[in-house]
């Protein structure tokens, strides 16, 4: 009978394997392949109308050196740059375009390319730079590019582009560079773009642009160039241009910004000369008061024909008061009068405002914005203005009661559709945790786009989770409840109140919450370099101590969950892609805390199997339970991933699908060298640090949990090491790096400093065993004796169980 049941298992085990070669192999297919890449291209061009000969030479354009065309360096492989500019280029852009999935370059500047934009250029998600410049662009770009969510330069320079610049463009919170100069734009500067933290380089000028300078925009510490000369802005030079760290190079010539020289004093004093190469140009404007004098060179600033009493350069000769035109020296293109400009203004209905642009009018006069439609139509009689406002007023409430009645009955189905379910009743009053922001549904609406599928970065064990931008600019992520993750109120309400008091370095910070509507929404901090899994698996590797601090940072996260959180926190699944890294890779652990039913973590035992296989507790199987020393085997499956650079499940690897069963050996016959990843065998490694850390992670992924370590034994053995490897490996850390671990070693020495309410009894014991960087006898007899267990104790009929 056992005969039969280990065949079972074994053909079992052999079919899954086959199930999963078949879908990697399916994965494999659906790549495009340079030929299929070479059809799209020559599509895309005979759309166009144009051929080139060299393409015709031959079918892979990575092989074949096309004009215009780059591969990646590596692969061969993939086209990631169109270069088309100059071609003779004539009307839209083919929809083909969106086929070209690994593009991260397209030039198609200098030809005549014109409306409309497809929306499949939405599709190239690889995008980070755009060159539409010089075309026949009549409209804004398409808020597709949205799902360009990598873009880093968009150019559009010089084309006819019409209307307001697009409110979403301020949701590119990866561009550097928008260049959207001489067009026919007109209305205000969008209060949206001060959440572009990244950029660089803005180009808006020769446009019809009105209003003031929001004052929005002084968080954009990054900014170097602001050109924005020849349109109509206007108003106070504001004092927050004076402190932006980085800007070089500001132009705003030709404008209507008026006031004391006072501003314009404090701006130059205040300013960046530090560079050869720096300006502030605020010639022709409508500026007043005695003619300012700096001590800064004339080519840096210019601030002549404007409005000063004892002027004599410049487009007129005494402050502007005479109609001029001249070329020379600061090209005024516009006729500047002084004294008719502060008299439209004295007289006008909005006094602050400065005079539109032709064939415009005042429709914001708070921010002073000019657009194509008038605030104050032609007045009508007394008795049509009091018909007209009646019959207008029961339209209006009409239409709006209609609206009320739709929203209330279709919008809320269609958003638990997609999240979670409603509670079962309102509940009673509920005082919310101090340490947490409750936000409304509208406003996490706004900071998604009305949960987007551009903003949607993943799912979890609790739900969607999007990408945020607050009004404030500050990045956010949001964890919209699915059906399966979302609780009932009182559920809900306790969970927050346990997660508000979870305060760690190493714990994804929760920022705030959303009820509204029955929905369930958490906002945590955004974690700028993503999580461990694409770092470890990706493109970009971490180094060896980037590492080594990861695996510390991951088990002072735990052990705090573990020990001093009260009551204590089974994390339930631990695994790379709940490993999220700040800017400095400092490790947080994401997904903490987060279940159905909370009364069973003050148990320290879970019932509801989260994990994920391979890193699930193996003795889950037998007791059905998980327990604190479950996240202990995660752990340990993390640091062997760490060390490796393999996968925990691997069907390549001869010797070993599952990752212990292809260390273990290998280790103990050719120590850290023959596991050692690949990437970090090329650069300098602590030998002995690594060797260790190895140890602590097999003594933790033991089948029987009374074998494994508690997280604080462990620190108890890495936290020597952590200093080690910053003395001897100083030279390989990131300088940021190691600056922030020794600014806050001593913090984290005693994680009981975090904890809300710690514990005062013993914490959990998972027996008698503990490890030390002597204990080498797990690697003789022990080795086997784990190998064994493992392939016999690991029950793949019951993981499959599990999954179905």
Known sequence: MNSMTNFARILLRQFSYLIILLILGATLSCAQTPVEQGTVLKRITADWGVRFSDWEASADPCVGNWSGVTCDIQTK???????????GLRGPIPSTIGELV???GLDLANNNVSDPMPGEIG??????????????????????????????????????????????????????????????????LPLEYGNLLNLVNMYLWENELSGFLPSEWNGLVNLEILQMGHNYLTGNIPNWLSELPKA????????????????????IVN???????????????????????????????????????????????????????????????????????????????????????????????????????????VSKTPVEALIGGVVGGIVVIIFAAILIILICRRKPALKYQQFGRKYEGIGDPWTVPKDLDRFTLQELERATNNFSEEYFIGEGGFGKVYRGVLPDGKVVAIKCASNEGAQGQTEFRNELALLSRLHHRHLCALEGFCDEDGLQLLVYEFMVNGDLHQNLFGKSSLNAA?????????????????????????????????????????????????????????????????????????????????TIASDVFAFGIVILELVTGQRVFDTSRLNGINLTDWVIPKFKEGGIHAIIDPRLSETNYDATLFTN???????????????????????????????????????????????????????????????PNSMNGKPYNSGESSINSHDTNCFSTEASEDLAALKAGFDFEAVFREIL
């Not at 300088?735 to 806050?744: A, D, G, L, M, R």
Request: glycine share 6%.
């Open 77 to 87: 492989s993939r086209v990631t740059h169109l270069n088309l500019s100059g071609q």
């Open 248 to 267: 070089r190079d500001v132009v705003f010539s030709r404008n209507q910004f008026y006031g004391p020289a006072s501003n314009l004093t404090k701006l």
């Open 693 to 755: 850390l190895t140890e602590v992670g097999l003594k933790c992924s033991k089948i029987d949990r009374n074998d494994r370590p508690t997280m604080k034994e462990v620190l108890t053995i890495l936290e020597p090491y952590a200093s080690r490897a910053l003395k001897e490996n100083s030279s390989s850390l990131n300088p940021k790096w190691s600056t922030e671990y020794f600014k806050n070693k001593s913090l984290f020495e005693d994680s009981r400093q975090f904890a």
């Open 546 to 626: 980037q590492r080594f601090e990861v695996a510390v940072g991951i088990a002072r996260g735990l052990d705090y969950l573990h020990s001093f959180a009260n009551p204590p926190v089974i994390h339930r699944d631990i695994k790379p892609s709940n490993v999220l890294l700040d800017e400095y890779n400092v490790a947080k652990l994401a997904d903490f805390g987060i279940s159905k039913a909370t009364p069973e973590l003050h148990t320290h035992i879970s019932t509801r199997p989260v994990g994920t296989i391979g890193y699930l507790d193996p003795d889950y199987f037998r007791t059905n339970q998980l």
């Open 271 to 377: 300013g960046n000369f530090t560079s050869a190469i720096s300006r502030w140009l605020f010639d022709c404007n409508y500026l007043e008061g005695d003619w300012p004098t700096f001590n800064v060179p004339t080519v840096q600033v210019k601030y002549f024909s404007n409005c000063w009493n004892n002027e004599t350069d410049g487009c007129a000769t005494i402050g502007c008061n005479q109609n001029a035109t001249q070329d020379t020296p600061s090209n005024c293109s516009r006729i500047y009068n002084c004294p008719n400009f502060f008299e439209e203004r004295r007289v006008s209905q909005f006094i602050e405002c400065s005079p539109c642009p032709p064939s415009q009018f005042i429709t914001d006069g708070t921010r002073c914005v000019c657009g194509r439609d008038r605030v104050d139509k």
């Open 102 to 104: 690994y593009l991260e």
């Open 123 to 188: 599709k190239l998600v690889h995008l980070k730079v755009l060159n539409l410049s010089t075309n026949n662009f009549a409209s804004p770009p398409p808020d597709a590019l949205l799902k360009c969510n990598v873009l880093e330069t968009l150019l559009m320079k010089e084309n006819s582009i019409t209307g307001q610049l697009p409110l979403w463009i301020g949701q590119l919170v990866t561009l550097r560079t928008l260049d959207l100069s001489q067009n026919k734009l007109w209305g205000g």
